[in-house]
């Protein structure tokens, strides 16, 4: 059960919700592609663990010279961790994140041949890949869907539409499992990553101009 406030809302009423918010969603926004730049699996993990408290925007303006100099999981292994900090400053939390890459791909040589793996329990053992990151890798690279992507718009939104009273991303992407369907774990996150950038902002919700504000239990209380 969800509290909200002095009201619970049943599972039934949640997934009522959700069944309505999700074609609403997609009409809102039709497109499923992510804004971080990719161009392979290894790529698209190394930007993802880039964007961890950071933009999508900043990291786009690093990794094209990244992904110039380290092409392969052995180059990253093997690359001089100084250098990789420089490379990836702007991003925040850099040293943490390079340690993280080098790791990261260090285990690919070591146990994937390189490559990177297509499951969730192979992608969450690499070095800085929790859930959130391989979510956005199997979504995205494999086309898989094994769970739901939780970040701060997804939590935000999510709980302000009364979907989730959750507060750890593990609870919160086992309350949208719950209340959608597989097919809509993917493109119901991501839409809600999207509509938390354009309208429901962290401090200055665009309540007034919400398109879904009639199914947003909060809309009363924060516009």
Partial sequence: ???????????ARRRARAARLAPRLAELYPGLEISLGW???LELVVATILSAQCTDERVNQVTPELFRRYRTAEDYAGADQEELEGLIH???FYRNKARH?????ARLVAEHDGEVPDSMDELTQLPGVARKTANVVLNNAFSKSEGVVVD???KRVATRLGLTAANTPEAIERDLMEVLPREEWHPFSWRLIRHGRARCDARRPDCTGCEISDECPSASTIS
Avoid: C, F
């Fill in 90 to 92: 702007s991003t925040g």
């Fill in 1 to 11: 059960m969800l509290s909200m406030g002095k009201r619970i809302e049943s599972i």
């Fill in 39 to 41: 161009d392979s699996p």
């Fill in 101 to 105: 890459i080098r790791g990261m791909a």
């Fill in 152 to 154: 701060t718009h997804v």
